[in-house]
């Protein structure tokens, strides 16, 4: 749905550039739900930006269902973003409109007739939750209340694909909860492809598909959040999983062998370490170690401490390898 | 002089304020309203980015913003001449007022229309929201209350530039003040004059404020 390579923007000023997106390449699946991930100023916000071109990339191109948006005029642009919805980090609604006047507008700039805009706008008001609060103004709401608003408002075109701005960073962590599932429920019940940016862990862990980690434009590792927590080494699923390194056991007679495993996927479901423990006789230990369930997936990590050097466990680290375990 | 005689004189007084600020008020506020959102509009990153177009533009509004009004008055009068067909009395009076209020309530509003969030903004324009419309519907809207206490601003503005309007024969409240009170030591009219002044000032300070309220939901 989302087609974007070799994405460079660079902003100047007088004295000096910053380049905030070095060549970013991504593909966003219908369906999926893309998290990016990263601190400020990594260049997140403006990648999104670029995505329906309230930002001018530099070099690269950007296509949404397969239509490319790069070099659109500017009326054909605009009637494209028609189909593409944007949530906002902090709501960026009309406060002179009411919560009903703020999804209309977004069906007044559609050009859709009066007598449709009042039904959408009541069916809009629905699936977010918040009919009871159609005459409210934007200053009354709760927070949550207002990015529900967002959210509605960026459904009310139709669009096929969302955009979302740290649309949780300015909420707490029960809301972010309850907006999280709310985007998973659109997500599956619309089949919404959404592409997120965010600083928080949590949003990847709850509702992404797949993920991407970015730093001083670049992403350093992207697929999906199944795929990267096998890859060895790498950041999102050390992050997602942080495992007490320090935890060691103190070397009986023999030695012991120290080994980091993460499971997901299916495997997960499955008895690992009593299997280990059965076949081998081993008097396998865990350090540390969660399970979790991610969008996705369920996942878990641990650190096992083997009885006896690494040498006389090749065995059973192989049979873990067999079973689809990364070591 | 008698009381009714400082009523009749204050009576007429009070009209022809009225008349050459309220249409001034009118005039102001379109030429005004065109010229603020011109100057947003034309900004570096505005909507219409149009650099050069803004800079002359912004020269233009403090040229006339830094001209005393009394010389504003005076200067003016050939236009004056054009456009009304004389140059003295009151409605003559209408044509520098409005030229001198239109720079003063451009800049209030061009500050206005700034405070709307630009994340706003940008929300109607990734929603693919045509100009005109981000301009009606969003920047206008929402400055509106900040539009409304401008426009207030402008119209006191107005009737203080008013009282410099006997210059050319146009009359008004302040006329009167200058002529009776200050170079006939009418001390009554002078006061009665200053009275009217202050109580119109209020008044028009107090709609105003109760419209703004209004239209603020922030």
Redesign the interface.
Known sequence: MIEISGLRKTYRSRKRSVVAVDGVDLHVGEGEVFGVLGQSGAGKSTLL?CV?M?ERPDAGTVAVGGLELTNLRRERL?????G?G?I???F??????TVAGNVA??L???GAPRAERKARVAELLELVGLSERADA???QLSGGQKQRVGIA??LA?RPKVL?SDEATSALDPETTESILRLLLDLNRRLGLTILLITHEMTVVKRICTSAAVMRDGRFVESGTVAGLLRQPGSELARDLFPLDTSASVATAGGGVTIVDITVSGDEADEPIIADLARRFASDVRILSGSVETLAATRAGRWRLALPGAPEDNSEALEYLRKRGVTL | MTWSEVFELLSVGFQETAWMVGVATLLTAVGGLLVGVLLVLTDRGGLLPAPPVNAVLGLIVNVGRSLPFIILLVAVIPFTRAVVGTSIGTDAAIVPLTIGAIPFFARIVESALREVPADVVAAATAMGATRRQIVGKVLLREALPGLVAGLTITVIALVGYSAMAGVVGGGGLGDLAIRYGYQRFETEVMIATVVALVVLVQVVQMVGDVLARRLTRR
Do not use: D, K
């Not at chain 1, 605009?78 to 028609?82: I, P």
């Open positions: 930006r329906n309230l605009r009637v494209a973003r028609h593409i944007m906002h980090q902090h960026a609604l009309l406060s002179s409109r507008f977004a007044e700039v559609t103004y934007p200053a408002r960026a075109a955009l």
